[in-house]
């Protein structure tokens, strides 16, 4: 039985014209409150407000930072400045018994893993491949 994988799973979906609505949504607000501040305030005061706020308005929706959005550097800004920072270190010692015990004085027993080189690992698994392939009890149980 044959699924078809999504694919471009990272890229949004354009809603409104080029901006997808995460993008819609920072632009309309920041313009949103660029014009309360000119409604309300001395034009003098409004601008000096205003360009910040349009600036992260653009900046969270049109700006990234190594491939992630600016909004995700934001976030992750104010959870490190406002979470908390104890950090312990516990020296643990790596002391190792002298011998593996199961229970009481018996010591494991070694078993031997032969080792396979990348080719005999390649062959191994192809013939499982071809073995599983031409098995079709094991496909019924899927």
Not at 87 to 110: C, H
């Amino acid at each position: 039985m044959r699924f078809q994988v999504p694919q471009f799973i990272e890229v949004e979906d354009k809603i409104f014209g080029p901006l997808t609505f995460k993008q819609f949504i920072y632009v309309a607000g920041g313009g949103g409150i660029v014009a309360v501040l000119f409604t309300f305030l001395p034009k003098f005061l409004a601008f000096l407000i205003a360009i910040p706020v349009a600036m992260l308005a653009a900046g969270l929706a049109f700006y990234k930072v190594n491939d992630r959005p600016f909004a995700l550097l934001v976030e992750d800004f104010f959870k490190f400045h406002t979470g908390s920072k104890l950090y312990i270190w516990k020296k643990t010692d790596n002391k190792k018994p002298e011998g593996p015990l199961i229970s009481g004085d018996k010591p494991l027993e070694q078993v031997y893993v032969p080792k396979l080189s990348g080719s005999k690992l390649k062959d191994l698994t192809f013939q499982l491949d071809v073995k599983q392939q031409n098995n079709p009890v094991t496909e019924e149980r899927k």
